[in-house]
């Protein structure tokens, strides 16, 4: 299996520090507001690499985190008149919703980073004891960048370069600092904010100290993936690497995964461009599966646009899956107990080239773009092969192995029966009923039950409107 290294800049062979086990760190949101499809790739891309390492048999401790304390959080809450804790479980609440939709696994661990200020001060500190950090008179703690000889090895940044050129490092306080490259990995409280005591002052931790915390708290000091999003490479996985290092004495990741940007019609996603779009509002228009399609029909190292024409050819590249095995479901049904046929074990033998075409495909760096080809020739083959005729066992065979590449890919494709319109009407009349009776999580549940199952629903003058997504 080889991997693109982006500490290396080229594909090297997987080789994890124990054996059968993989030790994995995905930077996850800033929980503020819904997600966003920007958000949404790194987190299919991953989930989709961690269901393909255990596929190979690999047990993967996987962790990913929740930024709760943020400085978009704390204004958030100050608007609502709220404690910032209300707007992170709030937000945590509803990104695990999303999630489930688009089949994305739990977890091995979700570390919050408010559940982790202990470590983060005992790593703070051993860090200046070292003489890596510095604690300024007004209680900001400095991590000495110049101090760390391999800083940019990830970027391929050179410290001098970055001090010449790019102001934007030069972060408030820069005239406390002792290098304008120096960044915060403890910053004092403001007004109105939350905070913790420490020996230099009350406040908050830096961002970057909280994902080298979280990682060597529920990994280990050295692990052996470090996920994200490209945005993140510099300054914040470099300044990871800075911190963990220095701290350890030990490599950090072996093995650094970035994905590219997503790009709306060809341009960036924002709010000002009026291009932003959650999850929650693609939900309302397609099954979170074709959203996953999508995001997987692209290699995840190349730039992904978004269009209204390329995720209606993901919905349909995705039915034709989903079709397929629909018809193995019709042709099972009345197939006869048999056993399998010569010809039919040569035929089988025969689709089993697609999953090592697919094999071949993830094993080179995760092409998901060639995965999905494989699994499109086994839906030919297998249109084009199974008959009224055929074998039960045939036609099972076949099933499985459509379904289970489908699966490493985190898609479902053996789709449950829909729900009747009366079973629909019935809830919808049930959580009326919860709403007049004030009972509004019972009313909630229900919306999100049906949501879940595609139903979408829109509460007008005229009463409540249902649509299949």
């Known amino acids: 299996m080889q991997i693109y290294n982006t500490l290396s800049k080229r594909k090297e062979e997987f080789k994890p520090l124990e054996p059968g086990k993989v030790k994995m760190y995905v930077c996850g949101p800033t929980v503020y507001n819904l997600i966003h499809i920007g958000n949404a790739r790194p987190m299919i891309v991953f989930d989709t690499v961690r269901r393909y390492m255990e596929y190979k048999g690999y047990e993967v401790n996987y962790v990913s985190n929740f930024t709760d304390v943020d400085d978009k959080i704390i204004k958030k809450a100050n608007e609502e008149g709220v404690e910032p804790s209300v707007i992170s479980e709030r937000y945590i609440a509803e990104c695990k919703k999303d999630m489930e939709g ?29 003489g890596h950090a510095y604690p300024a008179a007004d209680g900001t703690v400095y991590f000495r960048t110049r101090s760390f000889k391999d800083y940019g090895k990830l970027s391929h940044k050179n410290l001098d370069d970055l001090q010449g050129g790019n102001r934007s490092l030069l972060v408030s306080g820069e005239d406390q600092k002792e290098d304008p490259l120096d960044f915060v990995l403890w910053k004092p409280k403001k007004e109105g904010e939350p905070y913790w005591d420490s020996c230099w002052c009350q406040g908050r931790p830096g961002w970057h100290i909280e994902c080298s915390v979280m990682s060597k708290r529920y990994l280990g000091e050295e692990i052996d993936i470090h996920a994200g999003g490209e945005d993140l490479i510099f300054p914040h996985h470099e300044n990871e690497i800075a911190q963990s290092e220095a701290a350890n004495d030990k490599p950090f990741a072996r093995y650094w995964m970035h994905n590219a940007f997503l790009n709306i019609d060809n341009r960036k996603m924002s709010k000002s461009l009026g291009n932003f779009f959650t999850v929650r509002e693609i939900s309302e228009k397609y099954d979170l599966q074709v959203l996953r399609f999508f995001m997987l029909s692209a290699h995840y190292r190349s730039p992904l646009n978004f269009s209204a024409d390329l995720m209606e050819a993901a919905k349909n590249g995705y039915e034709r899956i989903v079709t397929s095995v629909d018809n193995l479901k019709f042709l099972l049904d009345k197939a006869a107990d048999t056993e399998m046929t010569g010809e039919e074990k040569n035929l089988l033998t025969e689709a089993q080239g697609f999953e090592t075409k697919f094999d071949e495909a993830m094993d080179d760096d995760f092409n998901t773009a060639d995965a999905l080809a494989a699994i499109f020739e086994l839906v030919k083959f297998v249109n084009s092969n199974a008959k009224a005729e055929s074998s039960k066992a045939f036609l099972e065979a076949l099933k499985q192995e459509i379904v289970t590449l489908s699966d490493i890919c985190g898609l479902i494709v053996d789709k449950k029966a829909e729900m009747l319109d009366s079973d629909i009407e019935a809830l919808i009349e049930e959580r009326q009923a919860a709403r007049k009776a004030k009972n509004f999580a019972r009313a909630d549940e229900i919306r999100d039950e049906l949501l879940a199952k595609g139903i979408v629903l829109e509460d007008t003058r005229e009463g409540v409107k249902w649509k299949r997504a």
Do not use: S
Request: hydrophobic share 40%.
């Open 102 to 130: 688009m089949n994305i696994k739990p977890a091995t661990k979700n570390p919050k980073a408010t559940e982790e200020i202990g470590g983060m001060l005992d790593m703070i500190q051993t860090l200046i004891d070292k």
